[in-house]
C-alpha cells in the first residue's frame, strides 16, 4: 500500500511572499483548509513543510509556507508535487478507497476466471469507471463502479470480482 499520497502540484508562484499556485489532484480540495504538514517531491527528495496559509482562486488553491517567505526561496519549486503521508490523508467513508490502493489489482469473473489487472480508475461525473487490461490481448474493458458490476473488492488482497453483462467483452 501507498504510504504517501499526491494532493497537489505546485504552478507557480503567487506574489512576492512565498505563495504558490497549486492545482488540486485530491477529490475533496477543502481537505487543503485542515492541512498542517505536507512534502514538496523533488527529484532528490522530499521537503517537509508546515502550511501557514489557504485560500482558493477559480481553479486553484493558493498556499503559504512557513518555511517560505518570498518568491525567490519558493520559485524553485514550481512543478513539484505535493504529497501528504497516509496518516494525514482524508479520512475514508464507508465502501471508499484510495485509488493507489487498487491499482494493479486481478480482476476476476464471478465464475472465478482471470480477467486481467486494474489499470486506471477514471472519475466520471456519476460514477467511478474501472480501466481493466485484460490478460492475453492487452485490450481494455471499462467496468462502472457500482454495485450491479461490482459486487465484491478486496483492497488488501488487491482482488476484484466483476459481473458482466452480455456484450461487455466484443
Known sequence: MEDYFRIGVITSTHGL???VKVFPTTDDVNRFKKLKKCFIRTKDKDIEVEKNSCKFFK???????????NINDIE????????????NAVPL?????Y??????ADVFEEN????????????????DVFVVEL????KELLV?????FVPEMNIENKKIVIRLMKGMLD
Do not use: H, Q, W
Open 112 to 127: 472465478g476466471n482471470l480477467l486481467g489487472k486494474l489499470k486506471d480508475v477514471m472519475k466520471t461525473g456519476a460514477n
Open 99 to 104: 485509488i493507489s490502493d487498487i491499482i494493479g
Open 93 to 97: 467513508k464507508e465502501d471508499e478507497f
Open 144 to 148: 462502472p463502479v457500482i454495485k450491479e
Open 76 to 87: 524553485k519549486y514550481k512543478g513539484c508535487d505535493i504529497y501528504v503521508t497516509r496518516e
Open 135 to 138: 490478460s492475453g490481448d492487452k
Open 17 to 19: 511572499k512565498g505563495e
Open 59 to 69: 481553479n486553484m488553491v493558493i498556499l503559504s509556507f512557513k518555511e517560505f517567505n
